[in-house]
């Protein structure tokens, strides 16, 4: 019996190469969320009525709306305004903007969830605004915020496969174009299944192992 | 640029494809309530092999994009000669994905019923029917309402992905103006705002229940 054949091993080559371009662009959505969440999340605690407001609408819209219509909103009418980005960048960007969205919240209720005291202490202490954030507020509130940053990590690299839908040669795509060369779909899309599953999975060990080392923190 | 006479001229169609992404939703929804409250059941069963099969299910459906498995049922079934319409499908691929979330929260609503009240049920002798019925179910259910309601609306914002196995909801809809007409604006900005509002709406009763039990919830325990 063939098992290359059985296990259609020939198009893995292809798929890795989708894959490596899905790590690719995983990599670098969650570095822009990364940063973008801290700025949204602070935004929406400065005392402005105004600045609030408009980052609280920042933030509704693009959870109220779907990452897949948001992405095809900037690949197909930014264009029409003169405003054309590589795909990538498209996809980079729009799924940064999705997730900076759900990453504020995760930042907000990180640093809303440090008690009043230590506040007061560093205040006590004689420590200006910046070195009481940096010194005393962020140690504390980066770790309860790392459990929640790692579900975000497993949810963007499933969410990248939407972005196989405005062109990009990543695995979902990979996996759609080695189906219509070969035709053998049972086989390749186990091996996408296969591959995105090798990716997420390790996640949860770390979001796990992110638990219990914020759960010691305490 | 934008122009409000195409737009009122594509909103039948595209409040069909809206009729389509409700139908979607709440048949997903149906799916994943029973899924998932098999899957927490099979979690807590006595037989090893059933929890391991659950905890694989819901590690496989986590771990993997939900559009791969649309992709994976709307092209591989066929090929064993089972055919679905494409909206069958996706409601299916919706209640699987979902179901394995929602696991989660029927586990939560269980153990959150104190250990006290499972043993004053034992102690009076209720049978697990009477136990679950009378006892155990009536205290998990309301905390589970408000979380339920967020994954409700999580799944309405997931079907727009069904277009990508050619289901006409409302971003199928979109897409097929766009690409008849060659305008990408009015279709697409009128499917955001409508996908926005109805998640807003609902956003907003679900922030009512969840302060309904939340007030019900502390009431019991004072």
Same mark, same amino acid.
């Given at each position: ?56 609408? !920042? ?13 095809? !909103? ?27 969205? !759900? ?14 005291? &230590? ?11 910046? &070195? ?63 591959? !995105? ?22 | ?44 069963? @006595? ?14 459906? *986590? ?19 089972? *055919? ?31 250990? @006290?009240?499972?043993?004053?049920? *034992?102690?009076? @002798? ?85 302060? *309904? ?8 325990? @004072?």
């Amino acid at each position: 019996m063939d098992w290359g054949h059985l296990l259609a091993l020939d198009t893995l080559p292809q798929l890795l190469k989708g894959a490596a371009v899905t790590l690719k662009i995983t990599l670098m959505t969650a570095v822009l969320a990364f940063i973008l969440s801290f700025v949204v999340g602070f935004l929406r605690l400065v005392p402005n009525r105004w600045v609030r407001r408009l980052v609280t609408a !920042y933030v509704e819209i693009l959870r109220g709306t779907s990452a897949i219509v948001q992405l095809f !909103y900037l690949f197909f009418i930014l264009p029409a305004f003169g405003l054309s980005l590589p795909p990538t960048a498209t996809a980079v960007i729009g799924l940064g903007l999705n997730l900076s969205a !759900y990453g504020s919240e995760v930042v907000r209720a990180g640093i809303l969830a440090i008690g009043k005291g &230590q506040h007061e202490g560093a205040a006590a202490l004689g420590l200006n605004r910046v &070195q009481t954030y940096r010194l005393v507020i962020l140690p504390q509130a980066l770790v309860a915020m790392l459990p929640s940053f790692g579900n975000l990590l497993i949810e963007l690299v499933k969410a990248t496969s939407l972005v196989s839908l405005i062109t990009i040669t990543e695995l979902t795509f990979s996996g759609r174009q080695m189906v219509v060369t070969t035709g053998r779909s049972v086989e390749i899309w186990t091996w996408v299944m296969l591959l !995105y599953f090798a990716m997420a999975y390790p996640l949860t060990w770390v979001v796990r192992g992110a638990e219990r080392y914020a759960a010691r923190y305490r | 640029m934008f122009s409000f006479e195409f737009l009122i001229r594509i909103l039948p169609d595209l409040l069909r494809g809206l009729v389509v992404t409700v139908e979607a939703t709440l048949g997903g929804f149906a799916l994943a309530l029973i899924v998932g409250l098999a899957l927490a059941l099979g979690r807590r069963s @006595g037989v090893r092999a059933l929890r391991l099969f659950c905890d694989g299910y819901i590690a496989l459906m *986590r771990c993997t994009p939900l559009l791969v498995q649309l992709y994976f049922v709307f092209y591989v079934l066929p090929s064993y000669g089972i *055919r679905f319409p494409a909206l069958m499908t996706g409601i299916l691929c919706l209640g699987l994905h979902i179901g394995a979330y929602i696991a989660e929260v029927y586990r939560a609503g269980i153990d959150g019923v104190p250990d @006290g009240q499972w043993e004053a049920a *034992r102690a009076l @002798g209720l049978k697990p029917y009477a136990l679950w019925t009378r006892v155990v179910l009536p205290q998990a259910l309301p905390p589970m309402i408000p979380p339920l309601g967020n994954f409700l609306i999580g799944l309405f914002k997931e079907t727009p992905l069904l277009a990508a196995i050619t289901v006409v909801d409302i971003f199928g809809a979109a897409n097929n103006v766009a690409g008849l007409t060659y305008r990408y604006n009015e279709p697409y900005t009128a499917a955001a705002v409508i996908l926005l509002a109805v998640s807003l709406i609902a956003a907003y009763f679900v922030r009512k229940l969840e302060r *309904r039990f939340d007030r019900t919830a502390s009431g019991q325990s @004072g």
